[in-house]
């Protein structure tokens, strides 16, 4: 038995987040989509009726958490492992208990936390023991598992996605915290209504980080004559003056905020794409990245509707490459801006995914003769360049001369449309179509 001494000041050292983490499904706050009366998931815990699952999500939702709770509940052995301090050796030597448990009758739950930082090969070495069902799999991530987790360890689990905490799910964790007697049920606390909101508001459904705060103010907090602690405003402050970023440059919230800001600009709303350029900056986004981003939405969004779109987001990369962060923010809002507003055409986007399509499918023509070069004797004598017409030479500056390979001859690519500038364009090759119809050989 391990010996206490003077010195030991485990409970008051432990988080406050970890001192209050619920052992029974009526006390856990939130995700009422899953654990709401007569949800999936809380029948399937409270039956004890436990599958191979996965807990998706963002950090501080409850997914450590639900583990815990079954592992109170099930009949059968619960080992906890993390993917960050085991390799292949150990889950060898659980998987080896687990397939000798079941030999026994004994079923064994294995809670996976951060089940994406395993390689292939580690999944690899759970997948036979699931597929016998000598182990009940619980990953917990906060990856997207379709990119994280091998298909066929995937295909064998079921997916529960769980969403950042409500805000007034937040107060009523704080709430509890500042009454419950593994909190500060023993202490007089002064915090107000409005203070519990503000650090709910900062902790963005991350319930670890607010019972974090909520911690760390307290601790801060002045200490009146009879002992009390009251939290002020300025104190709080200082808690909560920077709010750090749910956002990942390598994962899924990447790709989501890129995709959120293309689509806004697509839709013209530049409030909502400067909101998500800015959201991707504050999370510490290459400012470099998102001005590429913008040079390729100028010609695939905006393209012939207004031609000025592409130079203006090649002087918004440059401008970011000159004097970088946080100095670029404001020509990156000016560029989001221009091309939220800017008129929309998809036309080159188009007409270049449609020819590269008929050229990896069909077959690759020769150049027609008309439009080789002929720099030999020899060039010339096989008619390289026999029949080709000099249009400055021609008074409409149009000539009837066929451009086209023989099969894809009166192929169309690019169709402008009628927003902005491609409106004049439009009109432009309107005429020149009907010209060359209109003098079109024989």
């Known amino acids: 038995m391990e010996q206490l001494t003077l010195f030991d000041r485990r409970e008051e050292t432990t988080p406050l987040a970890s ?25 399937i815990i409270e039956k004890d009726q436990i599958s191979s699952m996965i807990f998706w999500g963002p950090p501080g939702v409850g997914k450590t958490t639900l583990a815990s709770i079954i592992a109170n509940r099930t009949k059968a ?109 023993a202490q007089k606390i002064g915090m107000s ?73 697509r839709n013209s709303d530049p409030d909502a794409a400067v909101y998500w350029m800015l959201r991707m900056l504050e999370g510490g986004e290459d400012p470099l990245y998102i001005a590429r981003r913008l040079i390729r939405f100028a010609s695939e969004d905006i393209g012939m509707a207004d031609s000025h779109a592409l130079p203006l987001a090649v002087a918004a990369y440059q401008a970011c490459h000159f004097l970088g962060m946080p100095e670029c923010d404001v ?50 004598d096989l008619e390289y360049g026999a029949g080709y017409q000099y249009a400055h030479d021609a008074q409409d500056k149009l000539t009837n001369m066929e451009c086209m390979p023989q099969s894809k001859r009166g192929c169309r690519y690019y169709d402008p449309t009628d927003q902005g500038e491609e409106a004049d364009v439009k009109e432009r090759l309107d005429r020149i179509l009907e010209w060359k119809r209109a003098h079109a050989k024989e």
């Open 331 to 380: 020509h990156l809002t000016h560029a989001v801006t221009y091309l939220a507003m800017a008129p929309k055409s998809n036309a080159l986007y188009t007409a270049c995914e449609q020819c590269k399509r008929d050229i990896r499918t069909e077959n690759a023509e020769p150049v027609p003769l008309q439009l080789r070069n002929a720099p030999t004797g020899l060039m010339k």
């Open 193 to 265: 209504d409005k203070q519990l909101a503000a650090i709910a508001v900062f902790a963005n459904g991350d319930a670890r980080t607010a019972l974090n705060t909520l911690e760390m103010a307290i601790l801060n907090g002045n200490i009146t004559p009879q002992g009390s602690i009251v939290v002020t405003d300025e104190g709080l402050a200082q808690c909560i003056n920077r709010k750090s970023l749910l956002y990942d440059k390598a994962g899924e919230e990447h790709y989501n905020l890129i995709s959120a800001l293309h689509k806004s600009m």
């Open 19 to 43: 001192r209050l983490r619920p052992q029974r499904l009526e006390d856990f706050v939130g995700q009422e989509h899953l654990l709401g009366p007569g949800k999936m998931l809380r029948q």
């Open 77 to 185: 052995d619960f080992i906890n492992f993390s993917a960050v301090t085991s390799g292949i050796k150990e889950i060898r030597e659980v998987m080896n208990q687990a397939d000798a448990s079941r030999r026994m009758g004994v079923r064994t739950v294995l809670f996976v936390d951060e089940i994406h930082r395993f390689n292939k090969a580690q999944q690899d070495a759970f997948l036979p023991f699931v597929e016998k069902g000598s182990i009940i799999l619980i990953g917990a991530t906060t990856e997207n598992p379709s990119f994280e987790v091998n298909a066929a360890l995937l295909s064998r689990c079921r997916v529960f996605v769980l969403k950042a905490l409500e805000e007034k799910d937040i107060v009523k964790l704080l709430t509890n915290a500042l009454h419950s007697p593994a909190g500060f049920g």
